[in-house]
């Protein structure tokens, strides 16, 4: 809400009305802003929560980085208040070292193509996160001289996209979306396809946005966490069977020596399953052990993910609303039987580390003994 807010206000200020209509657009401008600004300050975040002033908060905390990532922790840190960043930022740059290279030096930021106009000449890690972050600083400006709501989900995508992104939303007068990201990504490479550089590489892109990587933001997030379960989330979920009675028959919890990493539906063989709640389906595939299976991240951080399914209904960088079906009950993959395997997780992956017992987030019925 706050964020809709601030980006109206925001782009009415930055089209310059006064000076085209005069005086009455000033008194219209003028009640925005003290109307707008007293809205803003009800839903504002908590100042102290982000060194900058700029609302956003920290980065959250990394999971899926190997040590060998992590150790860049030290450099990124000292770049960041060299050119004027708070160290709040540290874990989103060290996730995008993740997205942009795994990690691997010298340019971790994949940066000499930006600095020198090819590839392979920043010979130093030093280096290519002094690039990155000189980088950061020229998108943060450009957003800030456009009047757009700075987050740092719109300065990771023009990252990605480049400058022109910016320059686009500005004209059509929209802010970061995953839908803006994959309007813009599809309409460049439909003028640039011709040049044969450009090639679809994921099943998401879907022969269209195939310039760049509109998912590139979700794709750095699979390295941050700021998902703390409480009980005032538990009302933002439903269960996987909408209006369906089914059974616990395995919990969450040590299995066979090992950690079984969710739980076990079972309501009938093709029983219909949906997504707990709204949510971009960020993986959906065939597993030789989880089957069919479906991962959603939702808007809070939880991902829910739904395997051995019989069939798959939605594909990779479909939005979901929460009760809509995503598949059917199934037998496939490492299954004994028909069941829904259902995990949440803090992260997109398949370590112990992040995953946490589904009865955290709703309240399903007595397991089997």
């Not at 807010?5 to 009305?17: E, P, S």
């Not at 450099?75 to 993740?98: P, R, W």
């Not at 090819?118 to 450009?142: A, N, T, Y």
């Not at 739980?263 to 052990?289: C, K, Q, T």
């Amino acid at each position: 809400m706050k964020e809709i807010l601030k980006g109206v206000i925001a782009r009415i200020l930055t089209k310059k009305i006064l000076f085209t209509v005069g005086i009455p657009a000033a008194i219209i401008i003028f009640f925005l802003l003290v109307i707008g600004g007293a809205v803003l300050t009800i839903f504002s975040d908590n100042p102290s929560s982000s060194g900058t002033g700029d609302g956003i908060g920290t980065c959250g905390q990394l999971i899926n980085v190997p040590e060998k990532v992590q150790k860049y922790r030290g450099i990124v840190e000292k770049e960041l208040e060299k050119q004027g960043f708070t160290k709040d930022y540290t874990n989103c740059m060290i996730a995008q070292i993740m997205q942009e290279s795994g990690g691997n030096p010298p340019d971790v930021f994949q940066a000499s193509e930006s600095k020198y106009g090819k590839i392979g000449m920043i010979d130093s890690v030093e280096e290519s996160v002094e690039q990155g972050v000189k980088r950061w600083v020229e998108i943060k400006k450009q957003i800030e001289s456009k009047g757009f709501p700075f987050s740092i989900d719109l300065l990771l995508q023009t990252y990605n996209f480049g400058s022109n992104y910016l320059n686009w939303l500005d004209k059509t007068n929209q802010l970061y979306s995953l839908d803006t990201a994959f309007e813009y990504s599809a309409m460049f490479y439909e003028k640039l396809k011709s040049q044969g550089i450009y090639k679809c590489h994921f099943p998401e892109q879907k022969n269209k946005a195939c310039y760049g990587d509109f998912m590139y933001v979700p794709h750095i997030k699979r390295y941050i966490s700021d998902v703390t379960v409480d009980p005032s989330m538990k009302g933002d979920f439903q269960f996987p069977f909408v209006g369906i009675n089914f059974v616990v028959t395995s919990e969450y919890g040590s299995r066979w020596g090992t950690l079984h990493a969710g739980i076990d539906l079972v309501a009938y063989d093709g029983a219909p399953v949906s997504s707990i709640g709204d949510g971009i389906v960020i993986d959906s595939r065939f597993s030789n052990s989880y089957g069919n299976v479906i991962t959603i991240q939702h808007p809070n951080g939880v991902f829910s993910r739904y395997a051995h399914l019989s069939k798959r209904t939605v594909s990779t960088g479909e939005k979901v609303k929460k009760g809509q079906t995503i598949g059917a009950q199934g037998n496939t993959g490492a299954s004994q039987g028909s069941h829904l395997h259902f995990e949440t997780r803090r992260g997109n992956d398949y370590k112990k580390g992040t995953s946490f017992n589904p009865r955290d987030l709703l309240p399903f019925p007595p397991g089997q003994s």
